[in-house]
Nanobody, 123 residues
């Protein structure tokens, strides 16, 4: 079993930066961890992911300027650094864990989800 809790969201202004954290408890060995976001008018959107053991992130063609994923192996925290925030970055941001160590882009490939953290960007 894996538990995930996101933190670091809040109300920010256009151009600000944020670092979101995903604190993980339970088994991470052989997992891939991902970041998604969802706004009220859209489906849940893949932002990127990271293979836990290697720490190598992957984004596919979803890569957005200013979005960077990393992780701290010892603290069991995954991060999402977002620079130069824009109003349309406002959303609930989620982290998720997949039991395999492959490359996963779709919500149905992930087995565990955190409750999300709200990011609101004011212009």
């Amino acid at each position: 079993q894996v538990q995930l809790v996101e933190s670091g969201g809040g109300l920010v202004q256009t151009g600000d930066s944020l670092r979101l954290s995903c604190t993980i408890s339970g088994r991470t060995r052989g997992s891939s961890l991902g970041w998604f976001r969802q706004s009220p008018e859209s489906e849940r959107e893949f932002l990127g992911a990271i293979r836990w053991e290697t720490g190598v992130p992957y984004y596919g063609y979803f890569k957005k300027d200013g979005f960077t994923i990393s992780r701290d192996l010892d603290k069991k925290i995954m991060y999402l650094q977002i620079d130069s925030l824009k109003a349309d970055d406002s959303a609930v941001y989620y982290c998720a864990a997949a039991r395999g160590s492959g490359v996963y882009y779709h919500t149905d490939e992930y087995d565990y989800w955190g409750p999300g953290t709200q990011v609101t960007v004011s212009s």
